[in-house]
């Protein structure tokens, strides 16, 4: 392409402003003020189809998870064994990863978009799996995704829009609950409906920043700041829903609102309650997709055995001991997704388990902590409506692309797409139930 005098005259753009002028004012909608953005009740299905995913950031040991034989007759693994009661609901996969993400810990960034070497220096990531299913689902109920957090610290999550921007993890579960069920005051009420005019106003004056930037770049420039403009009008459409539906009742529930644990170490209390207001807020359609960003990190001293500091026991050089201290901490992980897999079985709409209409993966970022290897990531999806009760085992060395699990999910719940990320097509020998 030979640019024109005029354009080679023009100073050069700074991405930075690019970024700041448009870019990042996209996050607004998931500020706290514009988190309830709503839909017409009208556009709710009789059995709606959900997706949760969970990711445990310290990694799994590779030994106590995966089975030795793939097919439906494998015996379970130590840490399977945790779920044996469920075992016709869930799959396990060996010989997965995401291709080119090779950035050890740095590697939970990807574990749901799939973006290509995330400890690099000029790393961006790309838009999460759960985003793309809340931009099909999210204009159903009352909050489009909820992207949360349990242990460590800071704001992290695996949730990434469009942008490439990380929407921040809620940690609070007494937060969670009042977001989720309490209706508020009439001013807190009015607060929130002037804040959401705030921010129609806001992407007003993005929009109008942006225009005007439209006619100072080349070709190439303008069809990505096209795709801002397009995200803006989304976010204006979404805003508006959010103030209709302001006023209109939260459903009620029997739990009574539950308080913070700020201990480190009561690690399994917390992902308990976190579990349990993701079930509820899944019972009352009050989102269907979630994601769950688990941090053990800590001495988690609440586990009976556990003396040491969990990312030095991932470390373990394979010392007996080191292992067998960490092993306690992952299967109480397991035990804690067990229940919460029981429950979600028990409960349903119509006599229908709601297990069965929500896809729930569960996995690392690792295939092995102990030398922050990027192959065989230990992965398994329960529920969603999928033919349960294998191991679906794939080459060691040639592993399977994570993203063909993620096109079977996109098209299990209603999107029209054959294509994720770096697939090859959808995960070979998952089939709809």
Known sequence: MNPSSSHLARPALSRRTFLRGVGVTLSLPFLEAMAPIF???????????RFVAIQTTQGIIPHLFFPEAGGRDYQLSPYLQ???ALRNDFTVFSGVSH???????ANEKSFLTAAPHPAGAGFRNTVSLDQIIAEKLGNQTRIPSLALRVGGGGESSMSYTRAGVMIPGERSV????????IQGSAQQIEARVNDLKSGRSLLDSVRARATRLGTTIGAADRARLDQYLTSIREFEQQLHQAEAWEHKPKPAVKMPEPKDITETAFLPAKLRAMFDLIRLALETDSTR?????VEPLGILSAIEGVQHETHSLTHHGNRP???????????????IFREFLEKMRGAG??????LDHTAVLYGTCM???????NKNWPLLLAGGGFKHGQHLSFDKSQNQPIANLCVSLLQRLGLETDTFASSTGTMRGLEMA
């Not at 839909?39 to 189809?49: D, F, L, S």
């Not at 291709?99 to 810990?105: A, E, F, K, L, S």
């Not at 709409?349 to 709601?354: H, Y």
């Open 39 to 49: 839909a017409k009740a009208t556009e709710a299905t009789a059995t709606p189809r």
């Open 289 to 293: 997709v979630v994601t769950v960003f």
């Open 174 to 181: 007494a937060a969670l609950y009042q977001q989720l069920f």
């Open 99 to 105: 291709p080119g993400v090779d950035g050890g810990h």
């Open 321 to 335: 001991e080191m292992i067998e201290e960490l092993q306690k901490i992952e299967t109480a992980q397991f035990q």
């Open 349 to 354: 709409e119509s006599g229908v388990p709601l």
């Open 82 to 84: 945790q779920l044996e």
């Open 367 to 373: 295939g092995n902590a102990n030398g922050h290897t």
